[in-house]
């Protein structure tokens, strides 16, 4: 059976030991050594990754029939005396991970009467099911400050053995679930008072609660009769509101500017919701909607609608038309096209447009160019 040095130390990360069995593993080469401090994957917590002289370990496993560790490897060790590092930033994450579950629990209890069935630590988030089929936000919110009220008070964390007859005696959140001697994980109570949560553990936890930073609850999940609280604590709790106040500033830009979340500028950016909230719809009613500009570029003749635009034709528009003489060498008021022949121009007699009206034939006027005023002067829109 393999000596585990993370019962005692849980910040040890360097060590040495000797390899006492090799194997293969799902594929894998794998060792036996006769002590080691790496954690395996037992009790919801994931196994530590790291090195062993050199070559990565892939993960730990607990052999069933005898509680050996077995660590899987990239790549067969060379000597049987070897030198094992842990990956410290993977092994305080489940540390903080860990503790902040059992602060959790306990305020669950002791607030709610909410009993943990079940506790997974996950990659992103952990979570943990509790025996009830609903909870309120605000009794969530209780449970959630009692649990960063007691880690920023620093209370220390002490995790030690006990014989099995000395169990009963004891204030345990749940009972124990192996034989022989039993480890059990102790956060401190109130001065002269019980302690805040006394639990059977063989996980890594943080010597004290002030390490754990901060437990946030993020989401919870009604499935029955139980309840899944997701909950981020220490340095995923300030990952996870990184990201969020983030996508909060992004989404405030996008509202300023009009962008579209995803960062490609859009109509809503390029101002063309200005041109049309300022007038765009009536000026388009004046110039498109009796259907004008079109007819005379098909046939020469100006509408009879009256619905003249107010604005003055653009300068492109204005250089590639131009006044023509007509008749006695006078100056025309309607401008015609240099280019256009004769015969495209209708001289005289009504000519049916689409609407069923009568337009009488007059040359050929260019679009954007207006005619000239009436009588009455200018219709108001």
């Not at 009879?304 to 204005?318: D, E, K, N, V």
Request: proline letters at 9%; a positive charge.
């Amino acid at each position: 059976m393999t000596h585990r040095l993370y019962y005692t130390d849980s910040y040890l990360t360097c060590f040495t030991a000797r390899v006492v069995e090799r194997l293969t593993w799902d594929g894998h080469p794998a060792v036996i050594l006769d002590r080691t401090a790496f954690y395996p994957t037992s009790g919801g917590q994931p196994s530590d990754r790291g090195h062993l002289s050199g070559v990565p370990v892939l993960g730990a496993e607990v052999r069933e029939p005898d509680g050996a560790v077995v660590h899987i490897l990239a790549a067969p060790l060379p000597d049987d005396e070897v030198t094992g590092e842990i990956d410290w930033p993977r092994r305080f994450d489940h540390m903080q991970q860990h503790t902040g579950q059992h602060l959790l629990s306990a305020a669950c209890e002791q607030l709610l009467d909410a009993d943990t069935v079940s506790f997974h630590l996950g990659a992103e988030v952990s979570t943990i099911d509790l025996n009830v089929p609903r909870l309120s936000r605000q009794a969530l919110e209780e449970v959630e400050d009692r649990v960063n009220g007691v880690i920023w008070e620093d209370r220390p964390v002490r995790a030690y053995f006990v014989r099995p007859e000395d169990v009963a005696t004891l204030p345990l959140r749940r009972p124990p679930q192996v034989e022989g001697p039993i480890r059990l994980v102790e956060v401190a109570g109130d001065e002269g008072g019980r302690p805040f949560d006394l639990n059977p553990c063989g996980g890594t936890h943080v010597a004290r609660t002030g390490e754990i930073g901060l437990l946030k609850v993020l989401r919870l999940d009604y499935r029955g009769q139980e309840t899944r609280v997701e909950f981020v604590c220490g340095g995923r709790a300030l990952r996870d509101y990184r990201l969020k106040n983030g996508v909060l500033q992004n989404l405030a830009v996008c509202r300023r500017r009009r962008r579209r979340p995803g960062g490609r500028r859009g109509r809503c950016g390029s101002g063309w919701w200005r041109w049309r909230r300022r007038g765009w719809r009536r000026r388009r009613c004046r110039w498109d909607r009796c259907g004008w500009p079109g007819r005379w570029r098909r046939t020469g003749t100006p509408p009879t609608c009256g619905r003249w635009p107010r604005r003055s034709p653009p300068i492109r528009a204005r250089s590639r038309w131009s006044l023509r003489s007509e008749g006695s060498g006078s100056t025309s008021a309607w401008p015609v096209r240099r280019e256009s022949p004769p015969t495209r121009r209708p001289s005289c007699g009504p000519l049916p447009n689409r609407w069923g009206a009568k337009a009488v034939g007059r040359p050929a006027l260019p679009r954007g160019v207006p005619p000239p005023p009436r009588a009455g002067g200018w219709r108001r829109y």
